[in-house]
């Protein structure tokens, strides 16, 4: 099933991180013992594979020819935590800095003590932007904020660096290219700005990217000839990397892929980047049984049993970011063979066919994506329809996050 990359993208998880740093699994041990039992061991977690993480940066380095990595890591790091990947990612000296969308984010990962540039992709008020600028995170902009800017450094007495979002098609945010003119030439005059970047974001259609890069490549050149500093330019994510090398620029900005996913299936066929997930959804069977025939599972009796049939209950729904698209050909791997999901997908349980024999048993653990061939995230997306995009930044930021 081809599923469109970015069908529910621009919903994405914009939830607060209420994880801060994820326990490791002895410390959630250690917490059990002293207070009881919090969460139940049947749950679901999410596991975060660290030595994976640090593969795909230098990956994507090798690709990059050594280009610093602007590591976006907006809707709670792509599932992971957005403090988790920060502090995993920091230490690698390939990695400049972090982009994020919301503002809670970037001061939460100053609150967690990151230390890297931070640029602030979303929107925010003159309120915000002081206290953006205050905490060291720079924004990124696109509309007539001088003054503001004027304002603020007149109190810190220093200059306040920023991005400029030039829009060269995606119509999202950005001043259009053809407009862009007035708006850098006053940033670019004023003694309380610092142009540390300009950036632009392709559509990912590949025609009209090359149209994007021209008009990009052209207003940056025009800047330029005026003796205006733009600073690092920037327009690669994880669709860039594998399609448009001449988009490296001065910095790439990807995010999907440093989690080891392939945003489109067919890169994965294409040997451009080695790429290892970096994140698994588990949980562990909590029942298991035998249907007769005519026996039936699931809200509005999604499944009726032809035969006698052995099916499995899993602690997960939809609540928890699991897609409700997963019974048209989502499998989950439990004891090392796949199972299909069947029946509906509620809020809390999905339901998976064990077959004629009983196979499994409670507690035994089932995984839903990990890093393993025929159960990664992209063959899930691939079998139900889900964009891979989906089954991260949907993760709930409640389950609890382990690292391996
Ligand atoms: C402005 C911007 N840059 C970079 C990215 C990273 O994209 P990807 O996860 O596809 O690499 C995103 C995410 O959608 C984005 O909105």
Request: with cysteine; proline share 7%; hydrophobic share 40%.
């Amino acid at each position: 099933m081809k599923s469109s990359r970015r069908s529910f993208l621009e919903a994405g998880l914009g939830l607060p991180v209420l994880l801060g740093a994820a326990p490791s699994p002895a410390a959630t041990s250690q917490a059990a013992e002293t207070t009881g039992s919090k969460d139940s061991s049947f749950d679901p977690w999410v596991e975060i594979h660290r030595e994976n993480l640090r593969h795909n940066v230098k990956e994507i380095s090798r690709r990059v020819a050594s280009r610093p990595i602007l590591a976006v890591i907006k809707n709670n790091g792509y599932g992971m935590g957005v403090a988790n990947v920060a502090r995993l990612l920091e230490p690698q000296p390939e990695i400049f800095g972090f982009a994020v969308v919301k503002l809670h984010e970037a001061i939460s990962l100053r609150d967690a003590g990151i230390r890297k540039p931070i640029l602030l992709l979303g929107p925010f008020d003159e309120k915000n932007l002081e206290d953006a600028v205050a905490r060291s995170v720079m924004p990124m902009v696109y509309t007539p904020l001088g003054q503001a800017i004027d304002n603020i450094a007149a109190k810190t007495q220093k200059p306040v660096p920023l991005h400029i979002c030039v829009d060269t098609g995606i119509g999202r945010v950005g001043v259009p290219y053809y407009q862009a003119a007035p708006l850098v030439r006053d940033l670019a005059a004023r003694k309380s700005v610092q142009i540390q970047g300009t950036m632009m974001t392709f559509t990912e259609d590949p025609d009209f990217d090359k149209e994007q890069l021209r008009r990009f490549n052209e207003t940056c050149a025009s800047f330029e000839k005026e003796g205006i500093s733009l600073g690092k330019r920037h327009a690669a994510s994880s669709f860039s990397l594998f399609q448009h090398p001449h988009a490296f620029f001065d910095m790439v900005r990807p995010g999907m892929a440093i989690y080891g996913i392939y945003s489109e299936n067919e890169f994965r066929r294409a040997s451009i980047m080695d790429l290892r997930p970096a994140i698994s959804l588990k949980a562990r069977v909590i029942y298991a049984k035998k249907l007769r025939p005519g026996d039936s599972a699931g809200y509005n009796r999604a499944y009726v049993a032809k035969d006698d049939v052995w099916v499995a209950t899993l602690p997960v729904g939809h609540a928890d970011g699991w897609p409700r698209t997963a019974p048209k050909g989502a499998k989950v791997r439990i004891n090392g063979d796949l199972y299909p999901v069947i029946a509906s997908v509620s809020a809390s349980h999905c339901i998976v066919e064990i077959g004629r024999e009983e196979r499994v048993k409670i507690g035994d653990v089932a995984t839903f994506f990990d890093t393993q061939p025929g159960s990664r995230p992209e063959d899930l997306s691939e079998a139900c329809g889900a964009s891979v995009y989906d089954l991260t930044m949907h993760l709930s930021p409640l389950l609890p996050r382990r690292f391996v």
